[in-house]
T-cell receptor, first 113, second 113 residues
Framework: DAGVIQSPRHEVTEMGQEVTLRCKPI?????LFWYRQTMMRGLELLIY????????DSGMPEDRFSAKMPNASFSTLKIQPSEPRDSAVYFC???????????FGPGTRLLVL | QKEVEQDPGPLSVPEGAIVSLNCTYS??????FMWYRQYSRKGPELLMY????GNKEDGRFTAQVDKSSKYISLFIRDSQPSDSATYLC?????????????FGQGTILTVHP
């Protein structure tokens, strides 16, 4: 298996632009997670899905952030409009309950100028 | 105050040393405890998983949980340069909160030859 796939791996954009991050989970996994990692705040859970349904989005920082999972093999995290404070590494992870193993993708490094 | 506190280090040790990494937490509902290892510019990967109090050993790694003190530890014996990474503790409550992991800040470890 190729593991969790994320694209793009790096993104540089200007403040105010829309940013879309993409994730393909491991086939057969029914949970999908979006995290954000910064030096100041560490690794934070933004939202997670179970069977394509959002279960908990309490970590989404504000309305500028939205996430969708239209099918079992694809999810997006969108930031509109982007701000410099959104600069971080965004990780997607997938897993299958009730085990605790979450398999992380390589991350997307986002820089908002 | 953060729910999970972890000394970010950095920690530098010679090859062969015993390494002790620790986290404290405040939420008494946490029942599942994990250690993730994250190499530079990679996603975290699960290293150890324990439920409730006690010890768990896996090769050179030992995880300890003391729920009465709200304190968890990871010990690495005979440390190797390949152990150089950031180590993140993670935990979650029981019940229906599967997926909602709370991570520590991460401890940066360097093992020098």
């Amino acid at each position: 298996d190729a593991g969790v796939i994320q694209s793009p791996r790096h993104e540089v954009t200007e403040m105010g632009q829309e940013v879309t991050l993409r994730c393909k989970p491991i086939s057969g996994h029914d949970y999908l997670f979006w995290y954000r990692q910064t030096m100041m705040r560490g690794l934070e859970l933004l939202i997670y899905f179970n069977n394509n349904v959002p279960i908990d989005d309490s970590g989404m920082p504000e309305d500028r952030f939205s996430a969708k999972m239209p099918n079992a093999s694809f999810s997006t995290l969108k930031i509109q409009p982007s701000e410099p404070r959104d600069s971080a590494v965004y990780f997607c992870a997938s897993g299958t309950g009730p085990q605790e193993t979450q398999y992380f993708g390589p991350g997307t490094r986002l820089l908002v100028l | 105050q953060k729910e999970v506190e972890q000394d970010p280090g950095p920690l530098s040790v010679p090859e062969g040393a015993i390494v002790s990494l620790n986290c404290t937490y405040s939420n008494s509902a946490f029942q599942y405890f994990m250690w993730y290892r994250q190499y530079s510019r990679k996603g975290p990967e699960l290293l150890m998983y324990t439920y409730s109090s006690g010890n768990k050993e896996d090769g050179r790694f030992t995880a300890q949980v003391d729920k009465s003190s709200k304190y968890i530890s990871l010990f690495i014996r005979d440390s190797q340069p390949s152990d150089s990474a950031t180590y993140l503790c993670a935990m979650r409550a029981g019940g229906t909160s599967y997926g909602k992991l709370t991570f520590g800040q991460g401890t940066i470890l360097t093992v020098h030859p």
